[in-house]
């Protein structure tokens, strides 16, 4: 009982020091350069690497959810979203864009498991570095810096247009929203996943919802999140939507990702032997805003969105 009691204390001595440092040291939105700086940063350290694999996102769990491996269930995560936009019926050569590709996970699996011919961008110049260290040079994926909001490729480049979690980090949704269809030929595929608030033109954040939303936004540089219903629309107010834009929720079958991830630094003890106490104090401060994910997501404050689009063909 006394080990019991003192591993306790231990415990909540830890989380303490996590939300004390949480609260100090805040990563607001303040430009693109933030963002590039905080994944600049994680990566260069390699801790959310060790912890999150190759896949800097949720996983798929199941319908209905069920236990699994924490970086088995970030491949599946893939693999379901293929099934899910259809893409697993294109043939190999299919051109994709992987907008906000981390260090190039969902980029290889394209390429290695479908045959695609994959260009992943991110922000971040230290993963663009990281993702071409990781891909073999047989795969045809290549990796570069690029700006979601004022992408580089001209109109009409893409058979496909590839996004997981990007959304949440765009401060400008309708731009984010008309520059991944720009880029997408006619007849081509949008396929996105990402991290949403619930709809609050029909209910409004109440007064514990506003501050924990608030929390969200500030501690991983987030400028806002979209709705389910509001990025749906902005795709379609883009003109250049085939029809009307699918979507899905695909909270129930992510959402234990959120308590495997902080399961992971009990799970896996040599990450402090191979971090120290700096990667320590670094991973507690993560754990806070994990767990207001986790509640977020649980009491409906957030929704985890998957939406599919097809371009237009221009008229004659």
């Given at each position: 009982?006394?080990?019991?009691?003192?591993a306790?204390?231990?415990?909540?001595?830890?989380?303490?020091?996590?939300?004390?440092?949480?609260?100090?040291?805040?990563?607001r939105?303040?430009?693109?350069?933030?963002?590039?700086?905080?994944?600049?940063?994680w990566?260069?350290?390699?801790?959310?690497?060790f912890?999150?694999?190759?896949?800097?996102?949720?996983?798929?769990?199941?319908?209905?959810?069920?236990?699994?491996?924490?970086?088995?269930?970030?491949?599946?995560?893939?693999?379901?979203?293929?099934?899910?936009?259809?893409?697993?019926?294109?043939?190999?050569?299919?051109?994709?864009l992987?907008?906000?590709?981390?260090?190039?996970?969902?980029?290889?699996?394209?390429?290695?498991?479908?045959?695609?011919?994959?260009?992943?961008?991110?922000?971040?110049?230290?993963?663009v570095?990281?993702?071409?260290?990781?891909?073999?040079?047989?795969?045809?994926a290549?990796?570069?810096?690029?700006?979601?909001?004022a992408?580089?490729?001209?109109?009409?480049?893409f058979?496909?247009?590839?996004?997981?979690?990007a959304?949440?980090?765009?401060?400008?949704?309708?731009?984010?929203?008309?520059?991944?269809?720009?880029?997408?030929?006619?007849?081509?595929?949008?396929?996105?996943?990402?991290?949403?608030?619930?709809?609050?033109?029909?209910?409004?954040?109440?007064?514990?919802?506003?501050?924990?939303?608030?929390?969200?936004?500030?501690?991983?540089?987030h400028?806002?999140?979209?709705?389910?219903?509001?990025?749906?629309?902005?795709?379609?107010?883009?003109?250049?939507?085939?029809?009307?834009?699918?979507?899905?929720?695909?909270?129930k079958?992510?959402?234990?990702?959120?308590?495997?991830?902080?399961?992971?630094?009990?799970?896996?003890p040599?990450?402090?032997?191979?971090?120290?106490?700096?990667?320590?104090?670094?991973?507690?401060?993560?754990?806070?805003?994990?767990?207001?994910?986790?509640?977020?997501?649980?009491?409906?404050?957030?929704?985890?969105?998957?939406?599919r689009?097809?371009?237009?063909?221009?008229?004659?």
């Open positions: 009982m006394s080990l019991f009691l003192w306790l204390g231990l415990l909540l001595a830890a989380l303490a020091l996590g939300i004390a440092i949480y609260l100090m040291t805040a990563r939105y303040q430009s693109a350069n933030s963002v590039a700086t905080s994944y600049d940063e990566t260069e350290d390699g801790i959310l690497e912890y999150w694999g190759e896949h800097i996102h949720l996983g798929h769990y199941g319908s209905p959810p069920r236990r699994k491996d924490f970086l088995a269930a970030k491949s599946d995560f893939v693999h379901e979203m293929v099934r899910w936009s259809g893409l697993d019926k294109f043939p190999p050569g299919t051109t994709v992987d907008v906000g590709c981390g260090i190039g996970g969902s980029s290889r699996i394209l390429a290695r498991d479908y045959g695609f011919a994959v260009t992943g961008i991110t922000i971040s110049p230290q993963q570095k990281r993702a071409q260290q990781l891909t073999p040079p047989e795969l045809n290549r990796f570069q810096v690029d700006d979601a909001m992408l580089s490729f001209p109109d009409a480049s058979d496909v247009v590839w996004s997981i979690e959304g949440p980090h765009m401060p400008d949704k309708a731009i984010f929203a008309k520059e991944l269809m720009r880029v997408l030929k006619p007849g081509g595929v949008l396929a996105v996943a990402d991290w949403n608030q619930r709809d609050d033109r029909k209910k409004p954040l109440n007064f514990w919802e506003k501050p924990v939303m608030q929390q969200l936004l500030d501690q991983w540089a400028p806002a999140f979209s709705s389910i219903e509001g990025f749906s629309e902005l795709l379609e107010a883009t003109g250049l939507v085939e029809g009307c834009v699918d979507t899905a929720d695909w909270t079958p992510t959402l234990p990702s959120w308590l495997d991830s902080i399961w992971q630094g009990v799970a896996r040599d990450g402090l032997v191979r971090f120290g106490l700096p990667g320590l104090i670094k991973s507690l401060r993560e754990v806070p805003t994990l767990l207001l994910m986790r509640l977020a997501f649980g009491a409906g404050l957030c929704r985890f969105g998957m939406f689009a097809v371009r237009a063909n221009p008229l004659p």
